[in-house]
């Protein structure tokens, strides 16, 4: 009878060393993450929000067309002759599924839907930090099997090798070991040298390094993720600086997305709304918060400032006051002496 857990759950030790699908399977987790970035209002039954940001995502672009009175999101081939901006003019659309292949002109039968002002999308970025992070991900597997090996033990004789192996079996069970062999003990017939250091500052290196890209990858997106490759606390000034790179990537995404949308609502007279999901939303309304925060915080500065100059300006006119009422007082008792004379 089959076990409910392996049929429900068939998980089997990860092979780190097939770098190719450790790359693939997280670039995938990537993706995910990234498919959620956006989310939409009033889309038609024809198009779902998972295949038009796979479009948008990893081809940089999409377009929108009716057929058979039906709304979709296509591939296409962009091209003929360019606009006044060398912008393409028309879309080279084939599906087999709707039996169709039709070149079309994009503002009059089509809109074209860019995922970014270059229309880049984010394979290549995706790409990337799954690359650097399958690295770390195998460096950090060979150093912890490293820390099983802190000797390697080396015997001339089956008799030796085989009490070695009798000796750290015993050690490995939790018994004491004993050796029966003293022909084990000699330094001809039995060697150990060191292999692989006990200190974990590598393995920590590691994990530290991980963190900064994954991090850098999420602020690529727009989230900020907390790490610190500093060993001390972050100023505000910091702070403000690493949230301010959050911003700029997902703005365009945004921003070029409602262009399109206001076109296709226009074109096709529906009434689709896209805008950021949770996750970002709230980073946003955070960063918002936080400018505030901080041109509050610049305000009263300044007005402390104001108030310190004008505090010191006073007691500067004060000294002088003092000053030329002690300068008069004493031209005073010097005429009066010159007449008592």
């Given at each position: ?7 429900m759950?068939p ?11 450790t790359?693939n399977?997280?670039?995938?987790l ?17 198009i ?11 081809n ?31 879309a ?18 089509c ?66 070991g ?6 084990m003990?000699g ?34 997106i ?10 001390e606390?972050?100023?505000d ?16 995404m ?29 980073n ?19 007005e ?6 004008e ?6 006119e004060?000294?002088?006051?003092e ?19």
């Amino acid at each position: 009878m089959a076990n409910l857990n392996n049929w429900m759950l068939p998980f089997t030790p990860y092979n780190l060393e097939e770098k190719d699908k450790t790359v693939n399977d997280i670039a995938v987790l990537l993706l995910n993450r990234c498919l959620q970035i956006f989310k939409y209002e009033n889309l038609p039954e024809s198009i779902d929000k998972r295949n038009l940001e796979l479009l948008n995502i990893l081809n940089g672009f999409c377009i929108w067309h009716k057929v058979d009175g039906n709304l979709y999101a296509f591939n296409a081939g962009l091209g003929g002759e360019p606009d006044v901006y060398y912008m393409p003019t028309i879309a080279t659309v084939s599906n087999p599924a709707l039996n169709i292949s039709e070149n079309l002109e994009i503002g009059d039968q089509c809109v074209l839907m860019l995922s970014d002002s270059s229309a880049k999308g984010l394979k290549n970025l995706i790409q990337k930090y799954a690359s650097i992070i399958a690295e770390i991900d195998l460096s950090i597997s060979i150093a912890n099997i490293n820390l099983r090996i802190p000797t390697i033990a080396s015997a001339t004789n089956d008799a030796t090798a085989k009490a070695a192996k009798t000796f750290f079996d015993e050690i490995k069970k939790g018994k004491q070991g004993v050796i029966f062999d003293s022909g084990m003990m000699g330094e001809d017939t039995f060697k150990t040298s060191p292999y692989a250091s006990t200190s974990t500052n590598v393995i920590t290196d590691l994990i530290e390094l991980r963190n900064y890209y994954e991090a850098e990858f999420y602020k690529e997106i727009g989230l900020n993720q907390t790490n610190n490759m500093k060993r001390e606390s972050l100023n505000d000034d910091e702070i403000a600086a690493n949230e301010d790179t959050l911003k700029p990537l997902i703005d365009d995404m945004l921003e070029q997305r409602q262009i399109a949308i206001d076109e296709v609502n226009k074109m096709f007279g529906t009434n689709i709304k896209v805008s950021l999901n949770s996750s970002w939303e709230d980073n946003e309304v955070e960063l918002e918060l936080k400018h505030e925060e901080i041109a509050e915080e610049t305000d009263t500065t300044d007005e402390e400032q104001h108030e310190e100059v004008e505090d010191s300006e006073n007691v500067d006119e004060l000294e002088e006051s003092e000053e030329t009422n002690e300068d008069e007082t004493t031209e005073e008792s010097e005429e009066d002496e010159d007449e008592s004379e």
